[in-house]
């Protein structure tokens, strides 16, 4: 069976980092261009960031720019977001996906769980 797995949200204080990871089982991203999303509250789901398959173009909302990481591990199985200076405006879940468009905007492979993220003083 295959599926993602996010880990690594929690409650952070204004300014601080998060690493989000997120692991497939059962087949290797390897293959797949990544991204991550989010979804706060009343809002519509966005692309955050996305990764194409060799690693030569990146995506990056204007709202995370110069503040957000995305990034392959070694083992070829695990995506990271390194997310640093983080503000109020960045709670949301957040999720991982495989196979975003170029846009980032739409998802034609898998979605993970979902990991909540809280930015707050």
């Known amino acids: 069976q295959v599926h993602l797995v996010e880990s690594g949200g929690g409650l952070v204080q204004p300014g601080g980092s998060l690493r989000l990871s997120c692991t497939a089982s059962?087949?290797?991203?390897?293959?797949?261009?990544i991204g991550w999303f989010r979804q706060a509250p009343g809002k519509e789901r966005e692309g955050v960031s996305c990764?194409?398959?060799?690693?030569?173009?990146?995506y990056y909302a204007d709202s995370v720019k110069g503040r957000f990481t995305i990034s392959r591990g070694n083992d070829k199985n695990t995506i990271y977001l390194q997310m640093n200076n983080l503000k109020p405006e960045d709670t949301a879940v957040y999720y991982c996906?495989?196979?975003?468009?170029?846009?980032?905007?739409?998802?034609?492979?898998?979605w993970g769980q979902g990991t909540q993220v809280a930015v707050s003083s």
């Open positions: 059962g087949f290797s991203l390897d293959y797949s261009s």
């Open positions: 996906a495989t196979d975003p468009d170029l846009g980032c905007a739409v998802v034609s492979g898998l």
């Open positions: 990764l194409s398959v060799t690693g030569k173009r990146t």
